[in-house]
């Protein structure tokens, strides 16, 4: 699907922001497909691009603050997640998902693993 094709996702949108070294454990129970528009902060990053977004809606409880979604953006990242919900067996409730970050800027990438499924 090319980036025109997909939807503009509503707002607002939270994104997902990992440090460094650090690994979210997020318990997902929906997602959507789209598209929005970000504001890189790295030196000599572009004032804002629109990229494809995965809106990963969350278990109830499992994120302190509204909304309670986040929005991953990440070039490296999002391709990873779509293939962990496409081979996800079929009627899974929740997926456990642990996250992490290695690297900064563009040059980050994300180690992504499923954890649980949940039935």
């Known amino acids: 699907m ?3 094709s997909l939807p503009e996702i509503e707002p607002p949108v939270e994104i997902l ?3 460094t070294g650090e690994t979210k454990r997020l318990r997902v129970v929906r997602f959507e497909r789209g598209k929005t528009t970000i504001h ?3 030196l000599g ?3 804002s691009r629109i990229v494809e977004a995965l809106r ?3 278990e109830p409880g499992s994120k302190a603050t509204w909304p309670p979604y986040y929005d991953a953006t990440a070039k490296t990242l999002v391709p990873q997640l779509l293939a962990i919900f496409r081979t996800a067996t079929p009627g899974w409730r929740v997926l456990v998902i642990d996250v992490g970050k290695v690297g900064l800027g563009p040059a980050a990438r ?3 693993s499923l954890v649980e499924v949940v039935r």
């Open 45 to 47: 990053a572009p004032e």
């Open 40 to 42: 890189p902060r790295w």
């Open 2 to 4: 090319s980036l025109e």
């Open 110 to 112: 994300f180690p992504v």
């Open 56 to 58: 990963l809606h969350l």
């Open 17 to 19: 922001e990992i440090q």
